[in-house]
């Protein structure tokens, strides 16, 4: 938990801050602006009116996820309200922040450098503080698989708090087979996750222009992989932030439960689409999972590990 903040309790932001930048996909400039918000409010998302249109808002959950290509969109019956929520839900999902309100006046959520990093900043400029009221966790109970083609996403019980465990392969040589493993906690979501950038291929830049994607991705925001190197002049930030990046996301994804999990999450081949069908499986069936309240979870400082088989270590030299 929080330096100060006890896990038992709920939390939220103690001032506003402001992130402005571009929509990755939309190109268009946009900012968020995250507000402290009422114990039980969870993460609720504001769209500014435009054009003499209303405000409009909603939680953010799962049943409102509206599509997951390339990006977690959510919306309600008026329409997509906005996308890429993935890393600033993560970024507040990773620090402990039960409740804030974001309130965003363009199609997208900011990408920033492409990573969770700059909302992490943000949130820890604003501070955390803790409510009066008990924080409420989703314990999963029996495990809960989705398979899609080559790809399987799994929640199984896990009694420390939640767990990521990641798996990609890319017939690439700078990818290929990549997994990683964490216990989620503010330390390690800040240490070992948040500067990890989003990605993509040199090869795919026309069919996603062609799709309406990425029209905001540059080396500035994105990991551009080329047939045979990174693109990017700094190279990458971890020797395996490929598949880091994909925990950022799952993160992210699985904070749109509503209550933090006590779980672990296994993803092999997956993505944002994989990370909502896995979720909406765990709640339609009751039996999988129950509310608990539950003092503070402790774990061993540092602790990050690989499941087994997995092929590039947790803690790789960061590269320059």
């Known amino acids: 938990m929080t330096r100060g903040v006890p896990s038992g309790r709920q939390t939220t932001l103690q001032d506003h801050v402001t992130v402005a930048g571009i929509g990755v996909h939309s190109g268009l400039p946009t900012t968020v602006t995250l507000h402290p918000a009422e114990a039980n409010s969870g993460i609720v998302f504001v769209r500014c009116g435009t054009g003499g249109e209303a405000d409009r808002e909603l939680r953010a959950n799962f049943r409102a996820v509206t599509a997951t290509e390339f990006a977690t969109v959510l919306g309600d019956e008026n329409g997509p309200l906005v996308s890429t929520t993935e890393h600033v839900l ?53 495990p809960v698989r989705v398979v899609k083609g080559d790809s399987y996403g799994e929640l199984r019980p896990y009694l420390r708090g939640l767990r990521i465990e990641t798996e990609i392969e890319f017939d690439h040589p700078l990818i290929g087979r990549q997994g990683f493993a964490v216990d989620v906690e503010p330390d390690s979501f800040r240490r070992d996750l948040a500067r990890a950038r989003t990605f993509g291929f040199m090869r795919d830049v026309a069919k996603l ?101 997995f092929v590039m270590p947790a803690y790789g030299p960061e590269v320059s």
């Open 90 to 142: 993560a970024a507040l999902h990773g620090l402990g922040v039960d409740n804030a309100i974001a309130e965003v006046d363009g199609p997208e959520i900011p990408i920033m450098d492409g990573s969770a990093a700059p909302f992490v900043a943000a949130i820890q400029q604003a501070g955390i503080v803790a409510l009066a009221e008990s924080r409420r966790y989703i314990q999963v109970l029996k």
């Open 209 to 309: 222009w062609g799709a309406g994607y990425a029209r905001g991705a540059s080396i500035d925001n994105t990991v551009v992989i080329a047939d045979d190197r990174v693109l990017n002049p700094e190279g990458v930030r971890y020797a395996d932030e490929f598949v880091r990046h994909k925990a950022v996301d799952a993160i992210g994804d699985l904070a749109l439960s509503g209550a933090p999990l006590i779980g672990a999450y296994r993803s092999v081949r997956g993505g944002h689409k994989l990370n909502h069908a896995v979720l909406t499986a765990l709640f339609a069936d009751r039996s999988a999972w129950t509310y608990v309240e539950m003092p503070e979870i402790r774990r061993p400082r540092g602790y990050a590990d690989l499941a087994t088989g």
